[in-house]
């Protein structure tokens, strides 16, 4: 079937507006992902989703980042008041636990911030 | 918490002759370790994983990797190379037998391998 995929493959935003990056994963997928992908950092971990639990958040780097994933299916990973440093490769990636361990990525959303 | 370390930058190679793209890494009890390839403005494609078993796992593309768990590592190989597998190579890590976050990976820097005619 169809991959993880995202839209938009590309976004230029300017500083101090609101994006939102959109993330749909393997169908029947129960676990989801966040990263981003930047020069600096390297590939890093943002935030987990799992069924119906309480997202783990614990890698989102400030308060201006928030997730939601409406109907245990697609998810939104909104930046608000965008700074310059916020520019990345933002990836997501979904995976049907348990027992599955790889997590399959989509092609990633390239922001940049103006 | 757990690491990864790539450390090498980038790997040059002539097609044909064998590669090694090295990873070690640093974990609470055993490891669940993935190689990832990225391809020019494209994802993550997952290559070969290890969770238990025989130390030698066998991937796509006919890469495989060893793990060792006297060394921590988790190289990368290919007998021959091809110009088609320079890519960007990154290596993970995941600890066992955690739910929720513990499934997070932690990546290693990546890896530019550069495979030559």
């Known amino acids: 079937g169809a991959g993880v995929s995202q839209s938009p493959s590309n976004k230029v935003t300017e500083k101090g507006k609101d994006v939102e990056l959109r993330c749909d994963p393997i169908s029947g997928h129960t676990a989801l992902y966040w990263y981003r992908q930047s020069l600096g950092q390297g590939l890093e971990f943002l935030i987990y989703?799992?069924?119906?639990?309480?997202?783990?958040k614990s890698g989102l780097p400030s308060d201006r980042f928030s997730a939601e994933r409406t109907g245990g299916s697609v998810s939104t990973l909104t930046i608000q008041r965008t700074q310059q440093e916020d520019s990345a490769v933002y990836l997501c990636?979904?995976?049907?636990?348990?027992?599955?361990?790889?997590?399959?990525f989509g092609p990633g959303t390239r922001l940049t911030v103006t | 918490a757990q690491s990864v370390a790539q450390p090498e930058d980038q790997v040059n190679v002539a097609e044909g002759n064998p590669l090694t793209v090295k990873c070690t890494y640093s974990v609470s009890g055993n490891p669940y370790l993935f190689w990832y390839v990225q391809y020019p403005n494209r994802g993550l494609q997952f290559l070969l994983k290890y969770i238990t078993g025989d130390n030698l796992v066998k991937g796509s593309y006919g890469f495989e990797a060893e793990f060792n768990k006297s060394q921590t590592s988790f190289h990368l190989k290919k007998p021959s190379a091809l110009v088609s597998d320079s890519a960007l190579y990154f290596c993970?890590?995941?600890?066992?037998?955690?739910?929720?976050?513990?499934?997070?990976?932690?990546f290693g820097t990546g890896t530019q391998l550069k495979v030559e005619l």
């Open positions: 990636a979904s995976s049907s636990p348990p027992g599955a361990h790889e997590q399959y």
């Open positions: 993970a890590v995941r600890e066992p037998g955690l739910t929720g976050g513990g499934n997070k990976l932690t």
């Open positions: 989703f799992q069924g119906n639990s309480a997202p783990d």
